[in-house]
Nanobody, 116 residues
Framework: QVQLVESGGGLVQGGGSLRLACAAS????????MYWYRQAPGKQREMVAV???????TYAPSVKGRFTISRDNAENTMYLQMNSLKPEDTATYYC??????????WGQGTQVIVSS
């Protein structure tokens, strides 16, 4: 199972943009589904977006049209481009694959804070 490390979070004003990255320790070529999740303070972790190996994507309704998930198999990296950020997007963002989700194994995540 590859190890995943999230990066790219930070403090941004509402309406701004951030690009998160999820770097894998090994090849992601054979990993079909890759996910971005987030967890806001005091709330349950929720799925934000998922991408398959052939580029099919699904988004949570709350981020559809503002966030874009992508992956670069050659670079073993997945991305989350976040535009038109809102204060309610404030959360720690995590990437994961089905085995990690199933086993409840999560990385450190990257914190996103959106000011109003």
């Amino acid at each position: 199972q590859v190890q995943l490390v999230e990066s790219g979070g930070g403090l941004v004003q509402g309406g701004g943009s951030l690009r998160l990255a999820c770097a894998a320790s090994g090849s992601i070529f054979s990993i079909n589904y890759m996910y971005w999740y987030r967890q806001a303070p005091g709330k349950q972790r929720e799925m934000v977006a998922v991408i398959t190996n052939d580029g099919r994507t699904t988004y949570a309704p709350s981020v559809k049209g503002r966030f874009t998930i992508s992956r670069d198999n050659a670079e073993n990296t997945m991305y989350l481009q976040m535009n038109s950020l809102k204060p309610e997007d404030t959360a720690t963002y995590y990437c994961n694959t089905p085995p990690g989700i199933r086993d409840n194994k999560w990385g450190q995540g990257t914190q996103v804070i959106v000011s109003s």
